[in-house]
Nanobody, 124 residues
């Protein structure tokens, strides 16, 4: 089994920055790509960013590209999401997820493990 725990969320003004972390424990050797998803109140969960195991391959949703950066430290079993120039529409519950797939994927059904989420609120 694999456990994922997110941290780093909070309240920030528009234009500000936050860095989310996702610590993995348990069977970390079973996972390859890792990603971030988010869900705003009253909306469906949406893909945010994904990275391959090595970190060499990344992909972002168009709404965050150029503002968010996904990275991982495999020695620490930790995934990060650096979020800059935050906007009120970035307000959501952010979940990290881990997939056994080698090729990074944007599809939530391809992810095997999920964290509980960390809340990000951006005020205008």
């Amino acid at each position: 089994q694999l456990h994922l725990v997110e941290s780093g969320g909070g309240l920030v003004q528009a234009g500000g920055s936050l860095r989310l972390s996702c610590a993995a424990s348990g069977r970390t050797s079973s996972i390859n790509s890792m990603g971030w998803f988010r869900q705003a109140p009253g909306k469906e969960q949406e893909f945010v960013a994904v990275t391959s195991w090595s970190g060499a391959s990344t992909f972002y949703a168009g709404s965050v590209e150029g503002r968010f950066t996904i990275s991982r430290d495999n020695a620490k079993n930790t995934l990060y999401l650096q979020m800059n120039i935050l906007k009120p529409e970035d307000t959501a519950l952010y979940h990290c997820a881990a997939s056994k797939r080698l090729i990074p994927t944007v599809n939530r059904q391809d992810y095997n493990y999920w964290g509980q989420g960390t809340q990000v609120t951006v005020s205008s």
